[in-house]
């Protein structure tokens, strides 16, 4: 619902377009619900590479400091 516009009011003004716009009033109704459900899609997968790449990151970073840690400071551990 944009600029408060019901169901009614949609309807109402669809019964107002003549005959010979109803192919440009679908075409363009289809452009628009690409559109916006390209726009979302876009959004969602932005945002699941951010979050994947924070965490990728960190883990990627937390395992290099574990392993220099493991083989430079402590070589001989585990002593047995």
Known sequence: KKGG???EDVVGSL???QSRDVP???VSGVVKSVGETSKF???FLE???LFVGRYLTLIATGY???KFLHFKV???FPPF
């Open 74 to 76: 402590f070589p001989e």
């Open 15 to 17: 019964e107002k377009v």
């Open 41 to 43: 899609i876009r959004e």
């Open 64 to 66: 290099i400091g574990i």
């Open 5 to 7: 516009e019901t169901f």
């Open 47 to 49: 945002a699941l590479d």
């Open 24 to 26: 440009v009033v679908v």
